[in-house]
C-alpha cells in the first residue's frame, strides 16, 4: 500500500475455500422420501481359512464386535464350513463344528439377529467344476435349507439317529438365498428357480423368518455381462405368471467393491461409486415393476474396496497374470473418505443396509485384524453408525438440502434427528495426482453455512484421517465458531459435524 510517498506492507494467508450452505428444507428426492433409513453392519465368512475368530478370547472380542452397533451381522459359510458333508443318511453327513465356532458368539452379540447366509449348496449336489447343480438336486438344495432353519429355529432336526440342536436360545430371522449366483455360474432362470423352491421349504418350518434375496454382484449398468444389472434381474422380476419370483422377498441384496485389480488408481476407485449408485436406482425400478413387491428395500450386504484375493499360486484371483498384492486402501486414510463417500451417494439412492466385507481380516478386508485389534476401518464405520443411527428405537433422519461450489471432490451429507439435532458430513475424496495409488489425497477447506438452521447449544467435529490412531479411535472436539463453520483435511478423510439444539 503506498499513500503520500508512504508505503506499508502486511502480510497475509490467503486461503481459497469451497463454501457449502446447509438449508433446513428436507430434500425428498434422495433416500426414501427424503429419510435416510440406512444402518451399518458388518459381516463374516466361515470356512476353514478364516480360522476360530473367536477362539478363547471370546468375551473382549464380542466387546469389540458389540460396540461397532452392527445390526443382522451377514454370516456365510462356505467350503468347509457347509454343515452337510455327505449324503449317506448316516450322523456323520452333518457337522456343525466349524460353522457353530463362529455362529454361537455372533449370535450372542449385537441385535442377536444375524443374517445366515445359505451361500452355496454342500458339495455333493455340485457338478465338477463345484458348482451346484441346479437340474439333478434343487430339491435337495431346498430340504438342506429347511434343515438349516430346523437347526437354529425350530428345536433341531434328527439325522442318522442323531438329533442335531443349535445350542443358542436365539433363532435366526434373517435367510439369504445364495451367494453372488451371477458369479457362481448361475443363469438368473435358473436362479429364479432356486428362490423359488428354497423360500417356501424354509417358511414351511418357520413362517416368521426374513427372505434377503439375490445377493448378487453386479456393479455396473450396460456392460452386456452376464452379471449385468440390466440383465440379470428382469427374469427375476417379470411376473410370477411369466415365471418371476412368486414367493416372499423382504430384501433385495447386491454387493459392491470398487475394483478388483490393485493396480486401479485412486480416481479410478472413486469413479466407481457414482455408478453403483444408478445400479441402486436401477433396482428399485425392476422393484417397482412388480406391485406386490412394493416398498421392498435394497440392501448392499457386501462392500468393500477391492474384491481380489491371493490364488494358491500366489497369484491374482482376478488378474492371474499379476502377482497378487494386498490392497491397503481398505484400511489407510482413503477408505476414511471412500467409505463415507459410497455411504451418502448410496443412502442416496435408496439403499438400506451397507454391509462391511469382512469384519476380521488383512489390511485390504478387515475392521479388526485377526488378533481384534481395530484398523482405521472400524473406526469410519462406527461414526457413520454413531452419526447417522437407524434402528428400531432411533427413527431414521431426514435428508436436508446442501448447495456446494464443489460437488466433484467433496461428499456432503447433512441430517436432521428428531431431537431437532443436524449432522453435517465432509469427506474429501480429491486426489493429488492422477496417478496415485493409494494416494495421500489433496488438502481441502470447506466453511459450511448453517444460519438457517437456526442456533445451537452445543457444536463438536469428530475428524477421521491419515493422523487418527487406529488402537484408540477418533475423539470428538468442541467448537467455538460460529456460522460459517471452516473444516479442513489435509487429505483424504471424513470430518462430522454435530449440531445439538
Given at each position: 500500500?503506498?499513500?503520500?510517498?508512504?508505503?506499508?506492507?502486511?502480510?497475509?494467508?490467503?486461503?481459497?475455500?469451497?463454501?457449502?450452505?446447509?438449508?433446513?428444507?428436507?430434500?425428498?428426492?434422495?433416500?426414501?422420501?427424503?429419510?435416510?433409513?440406512?444402518f451399518m453392519s458388518t459381516s463374516f465368512q466361515i470356512a476353514e481359512w478364516s480360522?476360530?475368530?473367536?477362539?478363547?478370547?471370546?468375551?473382549?472380542?464380542?466387546?469389540?464386535?458389540?460396540?461397532?452397533?452392527?445390526?443382522?451381522?451377514?454370516?456365510?459359510?462356505?467350503s468347509q464350513g457347509v454343515p452337510m458333508v455327505a449324503n449317506t443318511g448316516s450322523?456323520?453327513?452333518?457337522?456343525?463344528?466349524?460353522?457353530?465356532?463362529?455362529?454361537?458368539?455372533?449370535?450372542?452379540?449385537?441385535?442377536?439377529?444375524?443374517?445366515?447366509?445359505?451361500?452355496?449348496?454342500?458339495?455333493?449336489?455340485?457338478?465338477?467344476?463345484?458348482?451346484?447343480?441346479?437340474?439333478?438336486?434343487?430339491?435337495?438344495?431346498?430340504?438342506?435349507?429347511?434343515?438349516?432353519?430346523?437347526?437354529?429355529?425350530?428345536?433341531?432336526?434328527?439325522?442318522?439317529?442323531?438329533?442335531?440342536?443349535?445350542?443358542?436360545?436365539?433363532?435366526?430371522?434373517?435367510?439369504?438365498?445364495?451367494?453372488?449366483?451371477?458369479?457362481?455360474?448361475?443363469?438368473?432362470?435358473?436362479?429364479?428357480?432356486?428362490?423359488?423352491?428354497?423360500?417356501?421349504?424354509?417358511?414351511?418350518?418357520?413362517?416368521?423368518?426374513?427372505?434377503?434375496?439375490?445377493?448378487?454382484?453386479?456393479?455396473?449398468?450396460?456392460?452386456?455381462?452376464?452379471?449385468?444389472?440390466?440383465?440379470?434381474?428382469?427374469?427375476?422380476?417379470?411376473?410370477?405368471?411369466?415365471?418371476?419370483?412368486?414367493?416372499?422377498?423382504?430384501?433385495?441384496?447386491?454387493?459392491?467393491?470398487?475394483?478388483?485389480?490393485?493396480?486401479?488408481?485412486?480416481?479410478d476407485l472413486f469413479d466407481t461409486v457414482p455408478a453403483y449408485a444408478a445400479v441402486?436406482?436401477?433396482?428399485?425400478?425392476?422393484?417397482?415393476?412388480?406391485?406386490?413387491?412394493?416398498?421392498?428395500?435394497?440392501?448392499?450386504?457386501?462392500?468393500?474396496?477391492?474384491?481380489?484375493?491371493?490364488?494358491?499360486?500366489?497369484?491374482?484371483?482376478?488378474?492371474?497374470?499379476?502377482?497378487?498384492?494386498?490392497?491397503?486402501?481398505?484400511?489407510?486414510?482413503?477408505?476414511?473418505?471412500?467409505?463415507?463417500?459410497?455411504?451418502?451417494?448410496?443412502?442416496?439412492?435408496?439403499?438400506?443396509?451397507?454391509?462391511?466385507?469382512?469384519?476380521?481380516?488383512?489390511?485390504?478386508?478387515?475392521?479388526?485384524?485377526?488378533?481384534?485389534?481395530?484398523?482405521?476401518?472400524?473406526?469410519?464405520?462406527?461414526?457413520?453408525?454413531?452419526?447417522?443411527?437407524?434402528?428400531?428405537?432411533?427413527?431414521?433422519?431426514?435428508?436436508?438440502?446442501?448447495?456446494?461450489?464443489?460437488?466433484?471432490?467433496?461428499?456432503?451429507?447433512?441430517?436432521?434427528?428428531?431431537?431437532?439435532?443436524?449432522?453435517?458430513?465432509?469427506?474429501?475424496?480429491?486426489?493429488?495426482?492422477?496417478?496415485?495409488?493409494?494416494?495421500?489425497?489433496?488438502?481441502?477447506?470447506?466453511?459450511?453455512?448453517?444460519?438457517?438452521?437456526?442456533?445451537?447449544?452445543?457444536?463438536?467435529?469428530?475428524?477421521?484421517?491419515?493422523?487418527?490412531?487406529?488402537?484408540?479411535?477418533?475423539?470428538?472436539?468442541?467448537?467455538?465458531?460460529?456460522?460459517?463453520?471452516?473444516?479442513?483435511?489435509?487429505?483424504?478423510?471424513?470430518?462430522?459435524?454435530?449440531?445439538?439444539?
Open positions: 500500500m503506498s499513500s503520500a510517498g508512504q508505503t506499508a506492507a502486511i502480510n497475509f494467508t490467503l486461503v481459497i475455500a469451497i463454501s457449502a450452505k446447509v438449508s433446513a428444507t428436507i430434500d425428498t428426492t434422495l433416500g426414501i422420501h427424503g429419510e435416510l433409513p440406512q480360522g476360530n475368530y473367536f477362539g478363547t478370547d471370546t468375551a473382549a472380542r464380542e466387546a469389540t464386535l458389540n460396540k461397532l452397533g452392527a445390526q443382522h451381522i451377514r454370516m456365510q459359510p462356505v450322523a456323520s453327513d452333518w457337522d456343525f463344528t466349524m460353522l457353530d465356532q463362529m455362529v454361537q458368539p455372533i449370535l450372542t452379540t449385537s441385535d442377536h439377529s444375524p443374517e445366515f447366509q445359505v451361500a452355496t449348496a454342500p458339495a455333493w449336489m455340485c457338478d465338477s467344476s463345484g458348482q451346484f447343480d441346479v437340474a439333478h438336486h434343487l430339491d435337495d438344495f431346498a430340504a438342506y435349507a429347511a434343515n438349516l432353519v430346523r437347526y437354529y429355529n425350530k428345536g433341531g432336526f434328527d439325522w442318522g439317529g442323531t438329533h442335531f440342536q443349535s445350542p443358542s436360545s436365539h433363532a435366526i430371522a434373517w435367510w439369504g438365498i445364495f451367494n453372488e449366483p451371477d458369479y457362481n455360474g448361475i443363469t438368473p432362470q435358473q436362479y429364479v428357480a432356486i428362490y423359488n423352491a428354497l423360500v417356501p421349504a424354509m417358511l414351511k418350518v418357520d413362517p416368521t423368518i426374513k427372505l434377503s434375496a439375490l445377493e448378487f454382484s453386479g456393479s455396473t449398468l450396460g456392460t452386456g455381462y452376464s452379471s449385468d444389472p440390466e440383465i440379470y434381474l428382469p427374469p427375476f422380476f417379470a411376473p410370477a405368471s411369466a415365471g418371476g419370483v412368486n414367493t416372499q422377498v423382504d430384501v433385495v441384496s447386491n454387493h459392491f467393491y470398487s475394483s478388483c485389480n490393485q493396480t486401479d488408481t485412486d480416481i441402486e436406482t436401477y433396482i428399485y425400478q425392476q422393484i417397482a415393476t412388480r406391485p406386490d413387491l412394493a416398498g421392498t428395500p435394497v440392501w448392499t450386504t457386501e462392500n468393500n474396496v477391492n474384491a481380489d484375493y491371493q490364488a494358491s499360486n500366489g497369484m491374482s484371483t482376478c488378474n492371474p497374470g499379476q502377482v497378487f498384492v494386498t490392497d491397503s486402501r481398505g484400511t489407510s486414510a482413503f477408505f476414511a473418505a471412500w467409505r463415507p463417500y459410497v455411504f451418502s451417494q448410496l443412502g442416496k439412492a435408496g439403499n438400506q443396509a451397507l454391509y462391511h466385507w469382512a469384519y476380521d481380516g488383512d489390511q485390504q478386508y478387515g475392521e479388526v485384524d485377526t488378533n481384534g485389534n481395530p484398523y482405521l476401518s472400524y473406526w469410519v464405520d462406527d461414526a457413520l453408525r454413531f452419526y447417522f443411527p437407524s434402528t428400531p428405537s432411533s427413527p431414521s433422519a431426514s435428508i436436508l438440502s446442501v448447495t456446494s461450489t464443489d460437488t466433484t471432490t467433496i461428499e456432503l451429507l447433512a441430517t436432521r434427528n428428531s431431537d431437532g439435532s443436524t449432522i453435517v458430513m465432509v469427506a474429501n475424496h480429491a486426489v493429488n495426482s492422477p496417478g496415485d495409488n493409494n494416494g495421500p489425497g489433496a488438502p481441502r477447506t470447506v466453511t459450511i453455512d448453517v444460519s438457517s438452521l437456526g442456533s445451537f447449544k452445543s457444536e463438536s467435529i469428530l475428524v477421521i484421517d491419515a493422523s487418527t490412531n487406529a488402537a484408540t479411535g477418533p475423539a470428538a472436539a468442541s467448537l467455538s465458531t460460529t456460522s460459517p463453520i471452516p473444516v479442513s483435511l489435509q487429505g483424504y478423510g471424513v470430518a462430522f459435524i454435530a449440531l445439538k439444539p
